[in-house]
């Protein structure tokens, strides 16, 4: 990795960009990582659809759509194959007879839940590593992102 700043000024923003690009690349590393580790491991979109069904329970397929950047027509495909191995539910709209709201099955819990914790072991390995000031630090810094990336 290479941003490194040695000099006793605050880095700048291009350095502070720079330095959390590559953190976020080594991050999908070693999420595709755990994901690839699954007994039943789920394509990157898979997974995405998953997270935002967690995230927003009870979607349309449009909604759905939306959510992921995709058209209706590649999310439907995508949520036939979740439903043939459980993860997905598809149950009548309370608002419309046209509509089905989709809905992530305990068994598609079950997996995130899973998935999560292998996410978590392979970061807690990394962060092991570091000096109990190193982490304070991250944990301050991450939550002041956090903060300033909510209205982004």
Not at 51 to 72: I, K, Q, Y
């Amino acid at each position: 990795m290479g941003v490194v700043n040695r000099s006793s000024e605050p880095p700048g923003t291009e350095t502070v960009a720079a330095a959390v690009a590559e953190t976020a690349e080594l991050l999908e590393i070693v999420f595709e990582r755990a994901r690839e580790a699954s007994p039943r491991p789920l394509s990157t979109s898979q997974v995405r659809a998953v997270v935002a069904l967690d995230h927003h329970d009870g979607l349309n397929l449009r909604a759905l759509a939306e959510l992921l950047g995709s058209t209706p027509p590649l999310v439907s495909r995508l949520c036939d194959r979740l439903e043939a191995v459980g993860f997905v539910d598809r149950l009548p709209s309370t608002h419309s007879r046209r509509e089905l709201t989709l809905r992530l099955s305990d068994r598609g819990r079950a997996y995130l839940r899973d998935l999560r914790a292998r996410r978590r072991e392979s970061l807690e390995s990394v962060l092991g590593k570091l000096t109990p000031e190193a982490k304070a630090a991250l944990v301050a810094g991450l939550r002041e992102f956090r903060e300033a990336a909510v209205d982004f």
